[in-house]
């Protein structure tokens, strides 16, 4: 208590900049204005942005069709309560379901709440289904992955499997155990384990593909299994698709990677193209939810809402899906090239579509460094843990971007050695 008192005066002493709270280490840099994949900051510098607000901007900035949609919608109507039914909420869940395996969808304001929704959907899958009683000491319990990222609010942050985001915030939420990803064995003990004296777990929520947590893809052959043991056991398995959703992958949904359909999943990041929305949609038969059960005064409003269908619109009318599946073809390929180029620096190059990591090797500069070093060649992109950076462009990024960025991607490395 003492130490944190003084590290905050001494804090505001040394540099009174900003009103805003430090949650998080900011760059030195003050983005004023995006068209396309380009941003410029205050002092009329100009960025390449392969970051996108972190997979936000799917049809980069200032979009012209996103904009006149959002100008339409604002002289019509702004926001009205969920206590009555919204138009255009309902048009974009039956869009998302026309799109996907899901029939249901509950709309909020961003990752960490639709997983907050998924949480309290699954605790009810563990009573209704499972006849999981939390009353009888036998909470129901949620298995998730280690490295995995689900966002910040206590649940959601429970649910991630990284112990340095508990840090500081315990007592975590009851009734989550962690498994290592893509590891069959270890996850059919875990579950074995919990399943010992009769039903325990209630769901898996897992990443299809790892995003914040290195770029890590989802095995095939795992996520099959993990199907057929959440099928045996009529566990809910959902799938957080906050980051790899809404054509990131090359397809609209990252679970079509792996071939298999989970019962329900969360949806956030680039949804809405820039406009905060989130959203968890659910197979008919575990559609657990009644009136009172959950709810969201902002969620799924008719402004927020024009975002997602003209996002979704825009990716059909333009044939984003095989533009990233091409493009993505080509950052590999341009990253598989800097990596044979500087192999003392790179260790290897993986993700899906537009959601690709470049692995740094232990010896070279980590991943914040070659981060800022790119910053100041005028490249945006982003960490995700120490030893990865992650491209996350805009799903409209040109082939000239993707080889502009990687040759102002070399020259930042070549500065650091
Ligand atoms: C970003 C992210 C979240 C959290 O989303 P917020 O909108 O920041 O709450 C959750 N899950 C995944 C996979 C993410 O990438």
Redesign the pocket.
Known sequence: MTTQTATAAQRSADAPLSAVMDTYARFPVELARGKGVWLWDTDGRRYLDCVAG??VCTLGHSDRRLRKALNRQLGRLQHVSNLYRIPEQEQLAAAISERSCFERVFFCN??????EAAIKLARKHGQLVRGIDAGDGRCPLILTAEA??????LA?VTATGQPRYHQGFEPMVQGFRYFPYNDTAAFEALLNACEADGPRVAAVLV?PL???GGVNPGDPAFFQRLRQLCDQHRILLIF?????GVGRSGRLWGYERLGVEPDAF?L??GLGGGI?I?ALAVKRAVDHFRPGDHASTFGGNPFACRAGLTVLAEIERRDLLSHVQRSGELLRQLLEELVTRHPQLLAGQRGWGLLQGLVLRPEAPSAPQVVKAALAEGLLLVPAGASVVRFVPPLTIKPKHLREAVQRLERALLSLV
Do not use: L, M, W
Not at 148 to 153: A, P, Q
Not at 240 to 244: H, K, L, M, S, T
């Open positions: 972190i997979a961003s990752g960490a709440e639709a997983n995995s990222f689900h966002g910040r609010t959601a990443e790892q995003g914040e957080d698709e906050v980051q790899i969360t956030a990041k905060p989130g």
